[in-house]
């Protein structure tokens, strides 16, 4: 009865529990924004280990043949200029991040870009879209889709550049394989530069379409 009375005098005191009911509610509001932020960092997490989990298992540069589900990725409204530098892909990923900024999302992983099939064979990688994954917020039309089926995958470590050099070569080494890109070929960055920031340790992997 005393612990009753009490809190009924607490209450009053509150205009009958009139003036605490917003400051429970601002505290409901911010345990919802908490719950959602872990949620976002849980799936950022889980995303980066799937996607180190890959790169580990993955022999690098070494032209292999994977069955591959069908994938959805995000792009940017606007295909990117200067990709083939690493100071056009830094300038790329500043502005992929300010969208993301603005738009109040956490990007996952992974990231990289997407080239069109003619220009990846005809080595034009100056120009392409850059992805991430798919989320709720993803607008229908910045959503890309490619079918499951046979995909050549390769792996390598090593500065943008180097990366570059490394792409423009594949489809001479597919044409060796005796395999035709059918989609667009999208380069991943498997979660090292995320980690690390040293670009120089940037490990992608490339997943290009094919029939044989």
């Given amino acids: 009865m005393r612990h009753a009375a009490e809190g009924h005098a607490r209450l009053s005191r509150h205009g009958g529990g009139g003036g605490i009911l917003p400051l429970l509610e601002e505290k409901a509001r911010r345990l919802a924004d908490e719950r959602h932020r872990l949620a976002e960092r849980e799936a950022l997490v ?3 280990l799937h996607v180190v989990r890959e790169a580990q298992a993955t022999e690098p540069d070494r032209l292999l043949l994977r069955e591959m589900p069908a994938a959805r990725w995000e792009v940017l409204p606007q295909p990117l200029q200067g990709l083939d530098t690493e100071a056009g892909m830094a ?9 993301c900024r603005r738009a109040a999302r956490t990007p996952g992983l992974p990231t990289g870009i997407a080239y069109r099939k003619e220009d990846f064979l005809a080595g034009r990688l100056a120009e392409g879209e850059l992805f991430a994954p798919v989320d709720a917020a993803t607008p229908p039309e910045r959503l890309r889709e490619s079918r499951p089926g046979l995909y050549a995958v390769y792996a390598h470590r090593g500065a943008w550049e180097e990366q570059i ?23 991943l960055e498997m ?16 997943h290009i379409p094919v029939v044989s």
């Fill in 91 to 99: 300038q790329a990923s500043a502005l992929f991040m300010e969208s």
């Fill in 191 to 206: 979660g090292s530069y995320a980690l690390t920031g040293n670009s120089a340790e940037c490990v992608m992997h490339c």
């Fill in 46 to 48: 889980a995303s980066l």
């Fill in 165 to 187: 050099a490394c792409w423009r070569a594949l489809p001479a080494l597919l044409r060796e394989a005796g395999l035709r890109p059918t989609g667009p070929a999208r380069m």
